[in-house]
């Protein structure tokens, strides 16, 4: 079994350009999250769905943000006309249905951004 | 609002101490998951524990053993007889059961635990 996958690892682009993330979770997990995390700083929270739906959105998730789920497996995070303080490392999670009550929730290695 | 203080930035100990790592957690919910991950040089976050606020039976793994103490919001977690591959940044993270449990996580900003030999 594998665990939470991201692509692609690094990302470099300019200011302005648009760029686009996936995160591909454990197989057998419906819920999906994505964070951010800055040099020195813990993660933040993002955006959460539930299968394909987009339940929860973060304050942090300007409009230049969009992310989506479309057959509730894989998710993509889209950041349009990015901005050098868009440069972050972005995490995505994976955690079980809420039957199986246990809540955790597992991190893929993250695609690295930086916006020059 | 919720909130995770880890006021520890970085802990340096020499191998085979034992070293505790403080968090400190703010809710208004009377239900809420406790977490702590660990972040490996590699950057991947690994799951250490999770506790549910109605539990404060204290836990042990191995070297690893956590404190959960609501009145005083604390949930700490301490290393015995620390060893090298020990060395990485530790998150105390919360969660508020409003979404079941479901909710994004609420992290500090992590105390970077260095081992020296």
């Known amino acids: 079994d594998t665990g939470v996958s991201q692509n692609p690892r690094h990302k470099i682009t300019k200011r302005g350009q648009n760029v686009t993330f996936r995160c591909d979770p454990i197989?057998?997990?419906?819920?999906l999250y994505w964070y951010r995390q800055t040099l020195g700083q813990g993660p933040e929270f993002l955006t959460y769905?539930?299968?394909?739906?987009?339940?929860?959105k973060s304050r942090l998730l300007s409009d230049r943000f969009s992310a989506e789920r479309p057959k509730g497996s894989f998710s993509t995070l889209e950041i349009q006309r990015t901005e050098q303080g868009d440069s972050a490392m972005y995490l995505c999670?994976?955690?079980?249905?809420?039957?199986?009550?246990?809540?955790?929730?597992?991190f893929g290695p993250g695609t690295r951004l930086t916006v020059t | 609002a919720q909130k995770v203080t880890q006021a520890q930035t970085e802990i340096s100990v020499v191998e085979k101490e034992d070293v505790t790592l403080d968090c400190v957690y703010e809710t208004r919910d009377t239900t809420y998951y406790l977490f702590w991950y660990k972040q490996p040089p590699s950057g991947e976050l690994v799951f250490l524990i999770r506790?549910?606020?109605?539990?404060?039976q204290n836990e042990i793994s191995g070297r690893y053993s956590w404190n959960f103490q609501k009145s005083t919001s604390s949930f700490n977690f301490t290393i015995t007889a620390s060893q090298v591959v020990d060395s990485a940044v530790y998150f105390c993270a919360l969660s508020e059961a409003g979404g079941g449990g479901a909710d994004g996580l609420t992290f500090g900003k992590g105390t970077h635990l260095i081992i020296q030999p």
């Open positions: 197989s057998e997990h419906n819920r």
């Open positions: 769905f539930q299968n394909e739906a987009q339940l929860e």
């Open positions: 999670a994976s955690s079980p249905p809420p039957l199986a009550a246990t809540y955790e929730q597992y």
């Open positions: 506790r549910n606020s109605f539990d404060e």
